[in-house]
């Protein structure tokens, strides 16, 4: 059966989509730890993000940067961060997170509400900066 990231990817489930390629999907979390929370997926469904072959992980790493440095252009943060827990969904990825304090940068922090209007015109500022790179 088919992961929640993998309908999302073949457009089963709708999505804040802010970048992709041909092997590659990133797109608004919508639990996000802060505004701009971005979840970045291989197209491959593996579970776990260390059984990726050399070849997808790295490639995951490279499009991950080019999401971050577009997420930098539009939000208001002094870093893009980068997380791996991957146990929520059985799907690998990685978590692009904007922050200005490393205090931000905390899993135990209560989670942000943002209406739908506003996740899609962060998510649009991003694909748009994505796609001038």
Do not use: W
């Amino acid at each position: 059966m088919a992961s929640i990231f993998t309908k999302i990817i073949n457009g089963d489930i709708p999505s804040y989509k802010v970048a992709e390629d041909a092997q590659h999907y990133a797109f608004l979390d919508i639990n996000p730890m802060m505004r701009g929370h971005v979840l970045v997926v291989p197209k491959v469904e593996v579970d776990y993000i260390f059984d990726l072959e050399d070849k997808v992980i790295a490639g995951l790493n490279v499009f991950a940067k080019k999401v971050a440095l577009a997420m930098e252009q539009v939000l208001s943060c002094k870093r893009v961060g980068m997380m791996v827990i991957g146990t929520e969904v059985p799907h690998a990825h990685i978590h692009l997170l904007p922050f200005t304090e490393e205090a931000q940068f905390n899993i135990t922090n209560p989670r942000v509400q943002l209406e739908k209007e506003e996740m899609q015109a962060i998510a649009e500022k991003i694909l748009h900066a994505f796609s001038q790179a």
